[in-house]
């Protein structure tokens, strides 16, 4: 196939093969040794025929500027050589920093106090934004066939013979990747004004790269700053498909979620730019809900961003730029972009105002004696003009009379110099560094042996180690200097789009940011009052997942979500967060409990019995019902006291065993109110004694009935030892065993008060601690023993003959009292809190309304309501039943 291609297409194809070959080996195989470089310098092509703008000088600087935005690849048939690359959409701004290069060459040649008699050439090119086009003005400017050189002047050699000593450019990181590989394995020094990508701060990569605009890593720690800064934790990303945009986005993405924010979407503009493909982005950012959005992108790729989101009534988003567009004006200028773009924020480095710039670059006619050496100017006029200077355009053919100064584009625009004043000091300095290497002195040289460079033939690395050594303040008051990666400090200033009052954006600066500032605290410095945010506001706009968690509760992550997107968890009961977004709730202390809204602990209240909850006045109002009965039982019995009812009942122990009530139902009243340490032992021992004085005197009654009727019989003499002496000492004496036994539990382990701390509840319960167990289990058992004696004693007198027999009484009084104090050993125990309190209480009562009804109740119904039987004949027993 290849036999029958013509001559010219070998030969065009030849050396495009060699390009792409060349262009693999840069990129695939770094070359580091001499026989490499002198290789790769043999495989470099003849002239590709590029169109150059050069001027020739004693020493000739390469520059490489991406004049045009787009490259249209020629129709390839393979039967004849293609026609050749044709570069489109022309870029006026890029223009602009191209005729910046020249400006400072042209000053420093008419100073020429940095280089006495020595004259500064360049030598020109267009990269065409493509990797490929500046490979192949790299290789042109390393062409030994095309080197210009001066008549007997200095000359620029290098291992390449005939090569520029130095480049400045390209702009565009992609392209710098390709150079900067390529022109590191010569090692020719390469200064770019434009390119940011971080991964070129590898010098084991691109050992001969240096840059005058500040690395993306330092972009990217800014934009990371300003996201922190107003608190913004779910941010969208969105980068340009090349190497600016991916390496900057991607280091963005991964500092932010350091930070514990989200990145809430990461799209890639595709180079192609289709409308399907920029629509999803749209629907992307529409559906996610982020606020905030940043464009790592180049200022043709945000456009195609902005122009597809107008279209679709995108509104609402405060978009964050990258350096490529913060400050471009083919996005500010336009009208249509000033809905969605106005309150847009981003980093632009510093801006300066270049005395004489703009005369210098209003001087461009095609009339004039050198333009006919310029191959850019016709395009450039073509285009600023729409008009034609030649033939084959639709375009009417210019007059003659058109004038820069008669228009006003980017081109002419200085108000925003910034990657024109990185390319001045580009030029600057490799002048400052050829300063150097001409007043280097014999024997203190930085080579070999202390040599100094020949001035008579530069070499390459050899300047290259100059300019990295290079280190001056310039008439702007800047230091310019490189650190070890080549990159210059980097220093932004944070501009706001804002709308002029006579219409249009302008760029209002609001911040600075300056990575030499020792307290890292402050390298951002935000003026925040003068920010106007998208839609004309003043209140910063909220750009998160979910909302804020107010105080009193936690963030509870949402699953399958990122980390940012949560929902906001009410903090459980015991458990507080007082600051807002809380990661977890914080337990109170056991003492304490949340308050209602769960943002304070506060002390736990109270729980005791006490005299003012429903519960304690209900008891004390039984309590008092049942003291006050017993007295009215004790002033009937007192005004009947010689009716045979009382007297046959022993009215001494009856009045006796009323009194024991009345204690009783009164020691229940000190159950009530709060623990202390005399309530608590009072509590204790006055209900073992006044209850043991109770059964004791019902005991005492007991055994007289009992006796009594024993002594009926013929002969029996058993009342003699059952006397009012004898029961007194009964009941002293089984009363004063309950006493012993209380004085030596107050000794040994006195009842206390007791605070119950529930770690699961909203109160601390007062009780009072028995102490010791045992004596409380001996106190109630020696009241059970008493009350089980004396229902044993009454049930064997149940059938005694009388008619109104006591016995039966004190049998029913036993049994409801012991059943009570049965029931109460489960139910005490089961009770919670003061409820155990209250069952204590409960059975003190109803043992004593027990003992109270059936004993003295009937004697009251026979004293009060049938005084007929109220007669000795009616009580005393038919003793012939005997």
Known sequence: MFQVWSKPCRSWWRTELVVWSILWVVMLFPHKSHEDQKRLCDIIPGSMNLPVLEKKGDIVLGGLFSLHDMVVEPSLTFSSKPTPTQCTRFNFRTFRWMQTMIFAIEEINKEGKLLPNVTLGYKIYDSCSTAHQALKAAMELMDSENASMAEGGLQGHSICRGAVPAVIGDGGSTQSLVVARFLGVLHVPQVSYFSSCACLSDKKEFPAFLRTMPSDFFQVDALVQLVKHFGWTWVGVIAGDDAYGRGGANIFADEVRKLGACVALHEIIPKHRTQKAISSIISQIRSLGARVVLVFALEQDAAALFDEALREGLNGIQWLASEAWSTAAVLSTPEKYQAILQGSMGFAIRRVDIPGLRDFLLRLHPSNPDASEDPFLIPFWEDVFQCSLGEGSDNPPCTGAEDLRSVANIY????????????????????????????????????????????????????????????????????????????????????????????????????????????????????????????????????????????????????????????????????????????????????????????????????????????????????????????????????????????????????????????????????????????????????????????????????????????????????????????????????????????????????????????????????????????????????????????????????????????RLITFSMLIFCAVWVAFVPAYISSPGKYSTVTEVFAILASSYGLLGCIFAPKCYLILFRPEKNTRKHIMPRMDKF
């Open 412 to 807: 002419s625009d200085v108000s925003q110099l910034r990657i024109s004043y990185n390319v001045y000091k580009a030029v600057y300095a490799i002048v400052y560094a050829l300063r150097s290497m001409g007043d280097c002195e014999d024997g203190k040289g930085p080579f070999a042996l202390q040599a100094c460079p020949d001035a008579h033939s530069i070499q390459p690395w050899q300047l290259l180690h100059y300019i990295k050594q290079v280190e001056y303040f310039n008439s702007f008051g800047d230091d310019i200097t490189f650190d070890g990666n080549g990159d210059p400090a980097a220093m932004y200033d944070l501009v706001n789009w804002q709308l002029r009052p006579s219409g249009g954006l302008q760029f209002v600066t609001i911040g600075k940011f300056d990575e030499t500032v020792a307290n890292r605290q402050q390298t951002l410095r935000i003026q925040s009052e003068d920010i106007v945010w998208n839609g004309n506001q003043t209140q910063v706009p909220l750009s998160v997942c979910s909302n804020i968690c107010p105080p009193g509760t936690r963030k509870a992550i949402r699953p399958n979500f990122p980390i940012c997107c949560h929902d906001c968890m009410v903090c459980a009961a015991g458990e507080i967060s007082n600051q807002t977004d809380a990661i977890e709730c914080v337990r109170c202390l056991p003492e304490f409990w949340s308050n209602s809204e769960r943002t304070a602990c506060i002390p736990k209240q109270l729980e005791f019995l006490s005299f003012s909850d429903t519960m304690g006045i209900t008891l004390m109002v039984i309590a008092l019902i049942g003291s006050f009965c017993t007295c009215v039982v004790v002033l009937v019995f007192s005004y009947h006291r010689t009716t045979p009812v009382v007297r046959a009942n022993n009215s001494g122990l009856s009045f006796l065993l009323l009194f024991s009530l009345t204690l009783c139902f009164l020691c229940s009243l000190t159950f009530i109110g709060r623990p202390s340490r005399w309530l608590c032992m009072l509590r204790r021992t006055a209900f073992g004694i006044t209850f043991v004085l109770c059964i004791s005197c019902i005991l005492g009654k007991t055994i007289v009935v009992l006796m009594a009727f024993k002594a009926s019989l013929p002969g029996s003499q058993v009342m003699r030892w059952f006397g009012p002496a004898q029961q007194k000492a009964i009941i002293s004496l089984c009363t004063l065993v309950q006493v012993l036994i209380c004085t030596v539990w107050l000794t040994v382990a006195p009842p206390t008060p007791l605070q119950l701390i529930p770690r699961e509840s909203a109160i601390v319960i007062l009780l009072c601690d028995e102490g010791s167990p045992v004596a409380f289990g001996l106190v109630l058992g020696y009241i059970g023993l008493l009350a089980c004696l004396c229902l044993l004693l009454a049930f064997l007198a149940r059938k005694l003959p009388d008619n109104f027999n006591e016995a």
